[in-house]
């Protein structure tokens, strides 16, 4: 079937609409570009599975001396830069950070966003009562994570999961940790679930950023550090999630 010169100008000027969609082409089977901006006790931990399971992995943080003595001996995958490099290198971004830090990153990172996957692994302190605080407990942290990151093909993944419960299932073959998910966009979720099993893990998808209440700070599935049916029970999903 042949397609016309009009029409095939159209397709391109769709793909232009949308650069950063393109690496994403072939991701269940390709290794991916990846940004982690905050490659803290969690981000690093994910960052650094994600880089034996054969990605690309660029690693931020505010000590940046630190990361590069913590990803020493992972190879050519895994590399150091600052928040900027790290957004701009990669086609899916992990944000680990304090949560009154995205509001700064949401403006300063603006272009870098715009159209990415960006796992949110972010969550409010304990018993803080900034504006901020108040505003994603009353909203929902998902759907105030969105505003903070606008124009992010954003997903709540690997926020309600302990680090140290990553790196205990990426070692066992079996009983792997549940890590919930929760997104909007239906492709941006499916590429944080192959990522969640890269990372060791089982994805236990829960539904829209609206759903990501059930597992924030106070939900059944915060921090459950179980597996993945024992989460679906918990959080009262079928075993098809």
Not at 89 to 114: E, H
Request: with cysteine.
């Amino acid at each position: 079937m042949s397609i016309s010169r009009r029409s095939a100008l159209g397709v391109l000027a769709g793909l232009a609409a949308f650069p950063a969609l393109l690496p994403l082409k072939g991701w269940a089977a390709e290794s991916l570009r990846i940004g982690v901006i905050g490659a803290g006790w969690l981000g690093g931990t994910v960052g650094r599975s994600w880089v034996r399971a054969g990605h690309e992995v660029m690693f931020s943080a505010r000590d940046l001396d630190k990361v590069r003595a913590d990803i020493a001996g992972l190879g050519a995958k895994a590399s150091v830069g600052s928040p900027q490099q790290a957004a701009a290198f990669g086609s899916v971004l992990l944000f680990a950070v304090p949560y009154d830090a995205l509001p700064d990153l949401g403006r300063d990172l603006a272009a870098s966003l715009r159209g990415k996957v960006v796992l949110d692994a972010c969550n409010p302190p304990p018993g803080s009562t900034t504006p901020l605080t108040r505003d994603a407990e009353e909203a929902g942290v998902g759907l105030m994570s969105a505003r903070l990151l606008p124009g992010a093909r954003l997903v709540r993944a690997f926020s309600a999961v302990d680090a140290t419960a990553i790196e205990s299932s990426a070692g066992r073959s079996s009983g792997k940790l549940g890590v919930p998910l929760a997104g909007d966009d239906d492709d941006a979720v499916q590429v944080a679930a192959r990522l969640v099993r890269d990372a060791g893990c089982e994805p236990v998808i829960v539904g829209d950023l609206k759903a990501a209440r059930s597992f924030q700070r106070g939900g059944p599935g915060f921090r459950a550090n179980t597996t993945a049916p024992e989460l679906r029970r918990r959080m009262g999903l079928s075993d098809r999630s």
